[in-house]
């Protein structure tokens, strides 16, 4: 999407903006546009000229009257936290500058660390990162990138349809062609310098349930070392018109904000297949489309499905992602090996002879199986037999 940034250079005469901090908004704007920041005047009098950076949290003061004033004189007013307006261009969240965050850490952390705490705290407000920082020495007792990130895991929930997801996981053995993938392009997505049309943008999935198309964009996030975030746009959807839209572009802006880091849209055929609310469902397909292709930020994209047909092809045409991956179910072969696997992460020891003959004779019913069920069989057979205390 278009960022609140550029659109104060193009000088909009309404940009809307959400921020869950008021105390620091006027801050903000100011830091983000260099001018003074002033409440806009009501009176119909008043001018409104380019010397100020104008704002307000009243949707009634947003007029068409003021509208022609403000686009006479090529100035802008910022309206925060207010309701969809035909008015006012939507810029989702207000960013926070990283000198904010380098001023507040300024006396906690040493010069060397700097860099890689900020990393965990961009996509917060200034009031949410002092909270993050602050909850992050109540409960682990110090300052580290990891805990600040374990912290922030816990927190979320505040932006509809959008979580920040643990990245710890126990046992995940890698389809080749998603290895291939990741082997090739970690590089161009990790260093900073490689040239904007070579940095990788993701991958859909395809595949039946339960074959660890989601947990890839866990062990990916945690391999590159980056917050993970999944966007659920089911959740999103409101019955006002606009406002599903403006939730995903808020989303999308706050993802956009934390980048480098992977997000994962799961299940896309809940939304884009043939269901849902068909207005509200083109104009959101429309919405991501162009995302997708346009995006700049290193923000790395996981779609899974488990209906490919019933997806639109221009969801994963090249440009937007760059490849599709089938994942298959195990063979019975391939099972029974993944479940020995899966006896060793749990108990940390392979299996024994007899407990082998176990697990492979759970396996003998059926020709094919996902990987979740291997997983399930595994752990209930733990339980049954007692293993864990052998």
Known sequence: MITFETALRAKLPFIGVHTD???NVKAVLKALSGKSVMPLPTAKAATVGDSYLWWTEK????????YRQLSEAVSTCVVVNCPPSALVYDAGVLPTPVTFYQQYLDKMVAAEMMPSMVQ????????GAQEVVQLTMARAGSLEPKEIRKTR???SGGAPGLENLDTDYDFYEWPQELKDWVDLNEPYFTAMETPPQLVPRGLLLAGDPGTGKSMFATVLAKRLDVPLFRLDVATTLNRWLGESESRVARNLSIIEQNAPCVWLLDEAEKLFGSNGEEGTTRRLLSQMLWWLQYRKSRVLTIITTNDFAALPKELYRAERLDQVVHIDKLSMTNAKLFASKVFQTVLGVPPTT?????LRDALEEKPTYA?????AAVYGLIKQYKWVNA
Do not use: C, F, I, N
């Not at 949707?59 to 003021?66: F, G, I, R, S």
């Not at 965990?120 to 009031?127: A, E, H, W």
């Open 120 to 127: 965990v705290l961009k996509g917060l407000s200034v009031k």
């Open 354 to 358: 007899k407990q082998l003959k176990v």
């Open 153 to 155: 895991q816990m927190m």
């Open 371 to 375: 990987h979740a069920e291997v997983r």
């Open 59 to 66: 949707l009634e003061t947003v007029t068409t009257d003021l």
């Open 21 to 23: 901090d008021p105390v």
